[in-house]
T-cell receptor
Framework: SQQGEEDPQALSIQEGENATMNCSYK?????LQWYRQNSGRGLVHLIL?????REKHSGRLRVTLDTSKKSSSLLITASRAADTASYFC????????????FGAGTRLTVKP | KAGVTQTPRYLIKTRGQQVTLSCSPI?????VSWYQQTPGQGLQFLFE???????NKGNFPGRFSGRQFSNSRSEMNVSTLELGDSALYLC?????????????FGPGTRLLVL
């Protein structure tokens, strides 16, 4: 069963705009990761945030984690057409650290 | 280092048949996990192998099985295929499958069951 729920399911923006995607989860976690997937291909790891961290940056990516609300957000700044992809959050359950649970994903379209 | 490779990339089978998918992890990685991705259920964890032993298992029926060889390559087998088994099967490898390790995903095998 899925652990994470991404919101929105689909997002369409213009190049240069910022994109924000949210993820909520249900149970305690060790860490939360964000992945990108292009057109039904393999997943590419973007960023990992530990349960004791609140914010993390990597290039144009900014991830926040609020464990009290069991939610995370991924912000992509100055988006590019190449950012068009599906974005998934994945949680590493605190009780079973090798069983990652993925959300349904947000389909991001960046129009040139 | 070469990335995670999966073979075959595409496969068409009919109901009742069985199928074997292969995954070669990144050199030096000992943990291999398998996931099923479908439009309806999203990405779901199948199982994880480490040092030739199944270490974790998701909620899939016994028709789904796997194994890992001494060189860390892994195979996944699905017997008595059903239409609902049509999916993208992804494998991912990591060094030891630790809590904070990044998993590196292969391109996937797209299985179509007719």
């Amino acid at each position: 069963s899925q652990q994470g729920e991404e919101d929105p399911q689909a997002l369409s923006i213009q190049e240069g705009e910022n994109a924000t995607m949210n993820c909520s989860y249900k149970t305690s976690i060790n860490n939360l990761q964000w992945y990108r997937q292009n057109s039904g291909r393999g997943l590419v790891h973007l960023i990992l945030i530990r349960s004791n961290e609140r914010e993390k940056h990597s290039g144009r990516l900014r991830v926040t984690l609020d464990t009290s609300k069991k939610s995370s957000s991924l912000l992509i700044t100055a988006s590019r057409a190449a950012d068009t992809a599906s974005y998934f959050c994945a949680t590493d359950l605190a009780s079973n650290n090798n069983d990652m649970r993925f959300g349904a994903g947000t389909r991001l379209t960046v129009k040139p | 280092k070469a990335g995670v490779t999966q073979t075959p990339r595409y496969l068409i089978k009919t109901r009742g048949q069985q199928v074997t998918l292969s995954c070669s992890p990144i050199s030096g990685h000992r943990s291999v996990s398998w996931y099923q991705q479908t439009p309806g259920q999203g990405l779901q964890f199948l199982f994880e192998y480490f040092s030739e032993t199944q270490r974790n298992k998701g909620n899939f029926p016994g028709r789904f099985s796997g194994r890992q060889f001494s060189n860390s390559r892994s195979e996944m087998n699905v017997s008595t295929l059903e239409l609902g088994d049509s999916a993208l099967y992804l494998c991912a490898s990591s060094s030891v499958g630790g809590i904070e390790e990044t998993q590196y995903f292969g391109p996937g095998t797209r299985l179509l069951v007719l």
